[in-house]
């Protein structure tokens, strides 16, 4: 019996790998603390290259939800990590896809409170909302690229994995983001001063 | 990239890697989800499945071209009728008129049925109420797998929507309104009067 005994084992020294494991042996608890484990940086990741709170939050779950149902097809010889981000990518490509498809979109208050207050205080909101601007102005390969590397931090090859695009792309992608994120941000600067 | 070129984006860096707060509820409702699914691996056998059709794909495809044909002589046939017996009872399974007890004269409750299990919102606009996504929020079914709201409408024809999570969707059980404006996905329900 693996049930007792996952009871006995300090859940939290166990890497995802096992975790995954324990979850194939039919203990659901260990999915639980996956999802917690990983739960922030996916719900991070989407709502910064979304820009919005509802929709990220829907394509973080649809892609815990198909990482449960795929979870017999995960290799443990790369990260949980690469192989969840691989999949919450291509939530989040098909989300903006969609989104593009729509002609007219409700957007309620409650979705731009979502995005302005995460909980800081009311000077800094005012620079984080000129920030998220920005990067939603950036090309969306450069955006997911930028945000894996630099939010994430993701290495270029782990970064290849999830992205199926290649090392010297996306150490392109990441430094045209990030010239193009000061051109925004100086403009930005420069109206103030 | 230099390191003193990204220096300038420190700042930013550090803004956008602040934590976004975890819903509770929202959590809850995603763990749900999961415990509704199957456990993984159960079809697993670790070994490479070898696909097996259970229909051949000639066959699948003749069948999909034969149901498409079928399907357009049946819209033309239905399309062809008198307006009159396009009641919402007739043409959608789910969304339906629904007399209520001691309901005012001229008015019929209809009952809206959405079916989205993962969704954490959905709310029923149209025009009985002005296409206000706040106006009239959706309730979960005790299985938690669609949303529903009982409304009173007059007889006549309605155009209605469902706001998903922010997006809007047509009733899949209904018919499509012929005269979207702006191309939003929006169906149509025809209320006959209150039965007794």
């Excluded at chain 2, 696909?51 to 002589?73: E, F, K, N, S, T």
Aim: charged share 25%.
């Amino acid at each position: 019996m693996t049930l007792p005994a996952f009871a006995r084992v300090d859940a939290g020294s166990m890497t995802d790998a096992m975790l995954v494991r324990r979850v194939l042996d039919g203990d659901p608890r260990a999915f639980t603390m996956l999802v917690d484990r990983h739960l922030q940086p996916c719900l991070r990741f989407a709502t910064r290259m979304l820009g919005s709170r509802h929709d990220a939050e829907d394509v973080t779950q649809e892609a815990l939800l198909r990482a449960y149902r795929a979870l017999a097809a995960y290799d443990p010889a790369g990260g949980f990590r690469t192989w969840l981000f691989a999949i919450l990518v291509n939530r989040c490509r098909t989300s903006l896809l969609q989104r593009s498809r729509y002609v007219r979109r409700v957007v309620t208050d409650e979705d731009m409170m979502h995005n302005a207050v995460s909980g800081d205080d009311a000077g800094s909101t005012e620079l984080r909302i000129e920030i998220e601007r920005a990067v939603a102005m950036l090309d969306s390969d450069q955006r997911e690229a930028f945000l894996l590397k630099h939010v994430e931090q993701l290495g270029y090859e782990e970064m290849a994995a999830v992205t199926g695009a290649g090392v010297s792309a996306l150490k392109m992608r990441v430094k045209r983001a990030c010239e193009r994120l000061r051109d925004l941000l100086g403009e930005v600067n420069d109206v103030r001063s | 990239m230099s390191d003193r070129e990204l220096q300038s984006l420190d700042g930013v860096i550090t803004q956008l890697r602040a934590p976004v707060p975890v819903r509770a509820e929202w959590r809850a409702g995603l763990l749900r989800g999961v415990a509704m699914l199957p456990p993984p691996g159960t079809m697993s056998t670790g070994m490479p499945v070898e696909r097996r059709w259970r229909v051949r794909p000639v066959a699948a495809v003749a069948a999909g071209l034969a149901c498409a044909v079928a399907g357009a002589a049946l819209t033309a046939l239905l399309l062809g009728r008198p307006q009159r017996a396009a009641t919402s009872d007739a043409l959608t399974s789910l969304t339906a008129t629904m007399p209520l007890p001691g309901e005012p004269i001229g008015r019929s409750t209809v009952r809206f049925l959405y079916v989205a299990p993962y969704a954490s919102r959905v709310a029923l606009v149209g025009d009985f109420n002005g296409w206000n996504p706040a106006a009239m929020p959706m309730r979960r079914s005790p299985d938690g797998r669609a949303w529903l709201i009982d409304v009173p409408l007059v007889p006549g024809r309605h155009v209605y929507s469902f706001v998903v999570d922010g997006d809007l969707a047509a009733d899949p059980a209904a018919p499509r309104a012929g005269d979207d404006d702006f191309g939003v996905p929006s169906s149509v329900v025809l209320v006959t009067g209150a039965k007794t």
